[in-house]
């Protein structure tokens, strides 16, 4: 299996719920990341997940609280979310953290935020 | 801030041309990497270069870096209509910050039937 599977790839919610985006992939690797992207703009790095350790952009409002349950999985909690945040987010994986890896990337959840 | 800068922003061409699009990025680097992006879906890999290395080939692709300019380039030969995507520089391993990629702008190529 090699690939990054995103699940739901639509979501709708309100400003007041509380809904999670769920990433797994089952290709070993040991790093994962979160990324943010807007129409037409670049993907933003929001979290990533490197041997067990978490790395946080500072930018990233608290609203987002990512959750590694297993090596395998990462989910994105999302509460109290704001228009603005609408988006599609992304989700990848690489085989070690560090630098010069390949990263592997889902097909996305597009977020809409009413 | 955005680490690389894509230019042309767009570019379209006829099928069969060859396709140059540049990025440019401000600090150093260990790595840089392109990865292609269809019509808001996930991104592919397509090529990585070494801050050691100047030019690398894969297929119908050639990429290369230049470091003194902080610059690279991407061309893809006999473009085809399935090329039409984003096209997205990448750099790691810079400002010191968490793993993870640094995006430029991108360039939105678009092929001509």
């Known amino acids: 299996d090699t690939e990054v599977t995103q699940t739901p790839k639509h979501l709708v919610m309100g400003m007041t719920n509380k809904k999670s985006l769920k990433c797994e992939q089952h290709?070993?690797?040991?790093?994962m990341y979160w990324y943010k992207q807007k129409a037409k703009k670049p993907p933003e790095l929001m979290f990533v997940?490197?041997?067990?350790?978490?790395?946080i952009n500072e930018s990233v409002p608290s609203r987002f609280s990512p959750e590694c349950p297993n090596s395998s999985l990462l989910n994105l909690h999302l509460h109290a979310l704001q228009p603005e945040d609408s988006a599609l987010y992304l989700c990848?994986?690489?085989?070690?953290?560090?630098?010069?890896?390949?990263?592997?990337f889902g097909p996305g959840t597009r977020l809409t935020v009413l | 801030s955005q680490q690389g800068e894509e230019d042309p922003q767009a570019l379209s061409i006829q099928e069969g041309e060859n396709a140059t699009m540049n990025c440019s990025y401000k600090?150093?680097?260990?790595?840089l990497q392109w990865y292609r992006q269809n019509s808001g879906r996930g991104l592919v890999h397509l090529i990585l270069?070494?801050?050691?290395?100047r030019e690398k080939h894969s297929g119908r692709l050639r990429v290369t870096l230049d470091t003194s300019k902080k610059s690279s380039s991407l061309l893809i030969t006999a473009s085809r209509a399935a090329d039409t995507a984003s096209y997205f520089c990448?750099?790691?391993?810079?400002?010191?910050?968490?793993?993870?990629?640094?995006f430029g702008k991108g360039t939105h190529l678009i092929i001509q039937p």
């Open positions: 600090t150093s680097i260990n790595n």
């Open positions: 290709m070993g690797h040991r790093a």
């Open positions: 997940y490197s041997y067990e350790k978490l790395s």
């Open positions: 270069i070494r801050s050691n290395e």
């Open positions: 990848a994986s690489s085989p070690w953290g560090g630098w010069g890896n390949e990263q592997f």
């Open positions: 990448a750099t790691d391993g810079s400002g010191g910050g968490a793993d993870g990629l640094t």
